[in-house]
């Protein structure tokens, strides 16, 4: 038989077998059929025990009795391959069995015959067929019930409840089901502390009516969101899009399990819905939006201005939406300098920007305006331009900014020979750390020739010591220590032992300030209030000193001073007294804003200021200030002269001849006028040098008057009356500017006499200001007997009321200017 002919039978055989097994399974896939759709449907387990036991033994019978046709099921014999090929192939007379005929009774001769015939009949066979499996389930299913078996199927894989795997435990288990737990389902939103809004319970009568009117509740964002369900066997929790209805992944829940309850915890920071599942089965949903937190705003409301003793201040606001938690200002050097665009040398960069911390006077406000003032004085960066930005910082982290303002960083004006040097060289090893061999000079210089210079044997030592230092560092870190002793020395040598006062009295109150704000015990406030009043007595105790120095170094009369004169002790301690108790009944921000008055109430004093109005005759300032209206006087005299001297703008003369007899009358008179110019350029120099001797920083006008009255001089000494008229002018306009700037800072430090008098010229008497308390230089009026406070709550929400009224006049922009300038001095001798 040949090779292409058994594989033929083969696939005949397989044709065969395939037949009689679909034929033999039929009974089985229905069985399962309906057993599959029992299962999925949740019919079978849902069927009470008895039922169910007696459908699950009906269905084990029909299978055992479905198995019974695979059992006898049995491969094809070759015979039978043999003839389905001759059915398929429609041959007659079986000649393809025939080939596995062989003789009766063989013999040579007839097995020869006989094998020329099967040849013959092999190759009359050109195109033998096995035959396509066919099924004979149309006879034995006329009505197509596996039609239906096959959809019942597939729409209860597409339509099923709950897990398959858990649906067939269910349908097949041979015990009762336990009595399932009640369903307990507890949720709620927790808004942020800081947003000091109420729990949102999302299970409750209230928020289920809510949501039959809106569908979305809103919360803030960064709310917490707990869930609590017990009696679920399976229970889960998914989050959807609001939009999409895509789940969302990346939203994670913390969830646990304990005694049978399962709890999820997660932070809200986007729109979702929200869904609850045991199992399959959906418990509840909510529909959330979340309300953004927004950044906080922060703005300058107006320029940062440098104080009569160098402190920084700041006007500001912020707002946020929640509250402020912090409001500070970021320094960093300005790209231009006064001398050029910057540095020569990298020492500036070596050394932290200055802190620029804003006290809130109340804890997380929503919206606030104040000035802040610190004191950067002893700060590398002082006197260098810088840029500023205000940073403002909500509960949630977030930052908001301000615009940038560039201001010049206040540098403390020193008077003393010594520590004027000292500050000198200081600068210098700041700006040239490297080239500190020049600084070593010039301390030798200063302990050379100690006599006239250094008054106390302390001061050289600790000159010495700073020479040493400098001398034999090894590195950045011994230039900043040495810059810090220098400026230390500086200041003991300035003020003595009333600077070391000064630097304990404001710790404490720094550290009283915070606690305040951090709301502490009533135990930490007492002791602070302690510490307090003993750094204040020791403050008052130093500056009496010093103030009995300075008299005696200024030629004054000796007196012997009480400190209790220089600020009344009595209000001092009122004052002190009525914070503890605002503190201790939790008024904290009542007790911070008049810790705050205090604090501007101390630094506002000057060594000596009291003692010096209490002597007779003008004070050296009243004294410059009558030099600088009689430099004023003589500017607008030769401003006369000068108009009527002969020339015009190139020294021509009114008939504009440049050769008439005119102009040598003009030549000689401008000269004249040019050294009269000179003259009160010199003796605005002389005001400037005696301003700085005085502790006042001089008015940035009088350097422009100097400008311009040495132009005039020039243009006088060519003859050339126009120019010369124009400068004049700038320049007396100049010194108009210095005269208001220069009444300004003496009102500032209590030194002008010209307080007296109302808007309008009245007098308004020589005991109390406008607010009804008593002036400061007026002997017995201030002191023990007025008392300067105001007594009860009742007063102090009053006098907190007249100041907030003073302060939106002050920034009401349509003010007139000299209101605004009488609102300001109030208000800076409160702050």
């Known amino acids: ?155 209860a894989g597409l339509l099923y409840r709950g897990d398959p795997v858990a649906n067939f435990a269910d349908a097949v288990r041979i015990h009762s089901q336990a009595a399932q737990a009640a369903l307990s389902l507890d949720a709620w939103v927790r808004p942020p502390a800081y947003t000091a809004k109420p729990p949102l319970l999302l299970t409750s009568e209230a928020i289920k009516e809510r949501l039959a009117r809106d569908s979305d509740l809103l919360v803030p964002e960064s709310s917490l969101l707990v869930l609590r369900l017990s009696g679920a066997s399976e229970p889960r929790i998914a989050f959807f899009d609001l939009i999409g209805g895509e789940e969302i992944k990346d939203l994670v829940p913390k969830t646990g399990t304990e005694s049978s309850t399962f709890t999820a915890e997660t932070r809200l920071d986007r729109p979702a819905e929200i869904r609850v599942y045991d199992g399959s089965s959906e418990l509840a949903k909510w529909r959330l939006s979340v309300i953004p937190d927004v950044a906080p705003e922060v703005a300058f409301t107006g320029d940062p201005t440098p104080e009569a003793m160098g402190a920084l201040m700041v006007p500001w606001k912020a707002s946020d939406d929640y509250g402020i938690a912090s409001v500070t200002g970021k320094i960093v050097l300005s790209d231009q300098q006064e001398d050029g665009p910057g540095f020569t040398s990298n020492g500036v960069f070596l050394y932290d920007p200055p802190a620029f911390p804003m006290t809130l006077k109340r804890s997380s406000p929503r919206a606030i305006e104040d000035t802040t003032s610190n004191d950067l004085t002893a700060h590398p960066w002082a006197g260098l331009n810088v840029d500023m930005t205000l940073e403002a910082k909500d509960q949630a982290g977030k930052t908001g900014l301000s615009e940038v303002k560039a201001l010049k960083l206040p540098e403390r004006l020193f008077i003393k020979p010594l520590a004027k040097a000292l500050i000198e060289q200081r600068k210098a090893l700041i700006l040239e750390p490297d080239d500190h061999r ?86 930490r406030i007492a002791e602070l209030m302690d510490k307090l009043r003993d750094a204040m007595n020791k403050y008052l105790q130093s500056m009496a000193e010093e103030t009995k120095r300075r008299m005696q170094q200024n030629g004054m009369r000796p007196q012997p001073i009480d400190p209790n004169r220089l600020l009344s002790q009595e209000d001092l301690q009122k004052m002190l007294d009525t914070i503890q108790k605002l503190a201790e009944s939790g008024a904290n921000e009542a007790a911070q804003e008049m810790l705050s008055q205090l604090e501007s109430l101390l630094r506002n004093l000057e060594p000596g200021a009291t003692a010096e109005r209490q002597q007779e005759g003008d004070t050296p300032l009243s004294e410059m200030l009558g030099d600088l209206s009689e430099l004023m006087r003589q500017q607008q005299q030769l401003m006369d002269e000068t108009l009527r001297m002969p020339g015009g703008e190139n020294g021509e003369t009114q008939d504009g001849d440049p050769n008439g007899q005119q102009q040598g009358q003009g030549g000689g008179q401008g000269r004249s006028l040019s050294q009269k110019q000179g003259a009160l350029r010199g003796m605005l120099e002389d005001l400037m040098g005696r301003l700085g001797q005085q502790g006042m920083a001089p008015p940035q006008s009088f350097g422009q008057a100097g400008k311009s009255m040495d132009g005039a001089a020039g243009s006088l000494r060519e003859g050339r009356r126009d120019p010369a008229l124009e400068q004049q002018s700038e320049a007396l306009n100049a010194l108009r500017d210095g005269a208001q700037s220069m009444a300004r800072q003496m009102m500032q430090q209590g030194q002008g006499n010209t307080s007296n008098y109302g808007r309008h010229g009245q007098a308004r008497g020589d005991d109390r200001d406008p607010l009804g308390r008593p002036q400061a230089n007026h002997g017995e009026d201030y002191g023990p007997d007025r008392n300067m406070l105001p007594t009860g709550e009742a007063a102090i929400r009053r006098a907190r009321e007249i100041l907030d009224i003073l302060r939106n006049r002050a920034n009401n922009p349509d003010l007139p200017r000299i209101d605004r300038d009488y609102i300001e001095r109030l208000l800076r001798g409160l702050y």
């Open 1 to 155: 038989m040949t090779p292409k002919l058994e594989r033929t039978v083969l696939r005949a055989r397989l044709a065969l077998f395939w037949e009689r097994l679909w034929a033999a399974a039929y009974p089985l896939l229905m069985v399962l059929a309906v057993f599959t759709m029992a299962v999925l449907t949740g019919i079978l387990a849902a069927l009470p025990d008895l039922i169910r036991y007696a459908a699950l033994a009906a269905l084990a019978l029909a299978l055992l009795w479905a198995l019974r046709p695979l059992l006898a099921l049995a491969f094809p014999w070759r015979s039978e391959g043999l003839r389905r090929i001759e059915q398929a192939s429609f041959l007659d007379h079986r000649p393809v069995s025939a080939v596995e005929d062989k003789p009766a009774n063989p013999s040579p001769e007839s097995s020869t015959i006989w094998q020329a015939h099967v040849a013959r009949q092999l190759a009359r066979l050109k195109q033998l067929r096995a035959g396509t499996p066919r099924s004979a389930l149309k006879w034995r299913d006329p009505y197509a019930l596996r039609l239906a078996a096959l959809l019942g199927v597939i729409a």
């Open 438 to 523: 020049n600084v070593e000079l010039m301390l030798e210089a200063l302990m050379t020739w100690p006599e006239g210079l250094i008054e106390k044997s302390g001061f050289q030592i600790a000159i010495a010591a700073i020479h040493s230092h400098i001398a034999n560092a090894r590195g950045q870190d011994d230039i900043k220590t040495a810059v810090n002793d220098l400026w230390k020395l500086a200041l003991a040598v300035e003020e003595g032992d009333l600077a070391d006062a000064r630097a304990e009295l404001d710790a404490v109150r720094k550290e009283l300030q915070k606690a305040l704000a951090e709301g502490a015990s009533p135990e």
